[in-house]
């Protein structure tokens, strides 16, 4: 067949790719493809293959055509969990759990990862969420604290951790060039592992059919975060962990400076109960804070989102005052390699299910060609969530963690969980660490921090970690 005439081959995969479009009902996003340049044909024929149209025409009966509403099962409990601070009968058991997880980093049998595809919309920042700068004072990024807490750990274990990070094919060639200019932040480039997760087209809420964001491009978004454990396997990623001998998973996410990317205790109590994957909690603030709690359902460790929890559960209270349903997930967890892998080789299609979004999308009408901007939610996003393959764990044990020692979220651009919020409690934590080794800082009548504070994670990434570190013997009021 060399003897094709030139654009053959190019009118052959235009023939199949619509064939295939046509078979689901969504050929109309090849509308404007003759108008086109060569580049242009070739991007958008590139786009439609990346997409696994099977599933997209599954998803749009089952997702776009109609709602999947939530239903809450007969037996709802709260999850049981291990506290932060051990009960006296707990103690030894937490010793034992701190000392296999200690092993088990320090056998280089546990990896990081980082989800980093998220498309970061609230937050507004121009490009990655990851290149945010984060810190109070030297404004390091978000990818350099982790990457500094990174090296902090593998020089405390004395052992190698590879860090994977999942990035979108929006912004992972932003992400590899970031590393890349700063020189991987000392890392080793080979221990740090990049691939991106997949996309889903967006569809039209009313018609279902697939929206274009240019008349040669489809409006794709990232699969969500529970698409990590689909592309962990299909980028290789998992083959990869084997390869190096890597039997666990911390996984965390891009938007928290102070997260514990390695907790010994909690590598320790998730591996020694045999859990497939495992959670941290943090007790909620107030009834409606908007976190999804840890519940039994029929029995299985599940997330109840915060919008799918009634009212009358969310603010039921024990006799201490407690809140019954009380253990928010903050996305931290610790994922068995084989269990990222069982999900991946189930008969049929990946493991977890979709979760539909209604969501404002501009997109090209069809007929003129012209971008339309909505000022309702028009358009269905598909998303899958991590926590969704809870449930689908044998044994799934939860276990608290401390709200200021590992939770500063940069979710918004003003307000709760945003870049102010995150640094004040980032100083917060500083402050409380240094106060412990007899540092005095300054505060006003009420208590508040006055002033500025910031401990790089090469530093510590803990408080115990000053001990060697020369302090002053009080911190300067005011600073910025
Ligand atoms: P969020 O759910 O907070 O979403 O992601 P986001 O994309 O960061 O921000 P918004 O909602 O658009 O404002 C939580 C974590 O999951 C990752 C994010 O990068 C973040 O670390 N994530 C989310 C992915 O890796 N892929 C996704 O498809 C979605």
């Not at 937490?94 to 092993?103: C, L, V």
């Not at 090296?151 to 590879?162: G, I, L, T, W, Y």
């Not at 190096?244 to 102070?258: A, C, F, H, K, M």
């Not at 401390?402 to 918004?412: G, Q, S, V």
Request: negative net charge; charged residues 25%; hydrophobic residues 40%.
């Amino acid at each position: 067949s060399g003897k094709m005439p030139k654009g053959h081959g190019m009118s052959d995969r235009l023939l199949r790719t619509r064939k295939i479009l046509e078979s689901v009902g969504q050929e109309h996003v090849l509308g404007f493809y003759e108008n086109q340049d060569e580049v242009g044909k070739q991007n958008l024929l590139d786009q439609i293959a990346s997409i696994d149209w099977s599933e997209a025409a599954r998803l749009v009966e089952t997702h776009v055509k109609h709602h999947v509403s939530f239903t809450l099962p007969e037996t709802i409990e709260p999850a049981p969990w291990y506290p932060n601070v051990p009960t006296e009968d707990l103690k030894e058991q937490y010793q034992r759990a701190r000392e296999r997880g200690e092993e088990l980093v320090g056998e280089g049998k546990v990896a990081v990862f980082t989800v980093a595809g998220g498309q970061g919309t609230r937050l507004d920042y121009n490009g990655p969420k990851g290149m945010f700068p984060a810190t109070p004072i030297t404004g390091t990024s978000l990818f350099a604290c982790l990457a500094g807490y990174l090296r902090k750990v593998q020089e405390k274990f004395e052992a190698a951790v590879p860090w994977y990070i999942m990035t979108s094919p929006v912004n992972d060639a932003d992400i590899r060039a970031f590393f890349e200019q700063n020189q991987y932040f000392e890392l080793d480039p080979t221990m740090v592992i990049m691939f991106p997760q997949q996309m889903m087209p967006t569809f039209d809420a009313t018609t279902a059919k697939v929206l274009l964001e240019a008349p040669g491009r489809l409006a794709l978004s990232p699969n969500g975060h529970g698409g990590s454990l689909k592309a962990l396997h299909t980028s290789g990623a998992i083959a990869d962990m084997k390869r190096r001998g890597i039997e666990q998973i911390s996984y965390t996410q891009v938007d928290n400076p102070l997260v514990h990317m390695i907790d010994p205790l909690f590598i320790g109590l998730h591996a020694i109960d045999g859990a497939q994957m495992s959670s941290k909690m943090l007790p909620k603030a107030s009834p409606n804070e908007k976190v999804g709690v840890f519940c039994l359902l029929d029995g299985k460790v599940s997330v109840i989102e915060y919008s799918d929890l009634p009212n009358t559960l969310a603010e039921q209270r024990l006799e201490n005052g407690q809140l019954r349903f009380r253990a928010g997930s903050i996305a931290i967890h610790l994922i068995h390699v084989d269990f990222v892998e069982s999900l991946n080789s189930r008969r049929g299609h990946f493991a977890l299910p979709f979760h539909r979004a209604e969501k404002i999308v501009p997109y090209v009408d069809f007929n003129s060609g012209k971008i339309v901007e909505s000022k309702a939610p028009n358009a269905v996003k598909l998303e899958m969530f991590v926590f969704d393959a809870l449930p689908l764990c044998a044994t799934s044990i939860v276990y608290e963690t401390a709200r200021l020692d590992e939770f500063a979220p940069i979710k918004n651009a003003c307000g709760a969980d945003s870049p102010q919020t995150s640094r004040a409690l980032q100083m917060e934590r500083a402050a409380r660490w240094l106060t412990t080794h007899g540092v005095r800082v300054p505060r006003d009548v009420e208590g508040k921090l006055n002033a500025t504070i910031e401990i790089r994670p090469t530093t510590a990434i803990c408080a115990d970690d000053l001990r060697s570190v020369p302090l002053p013997v009080a911190i300067e009021p005011g600073g910025e």
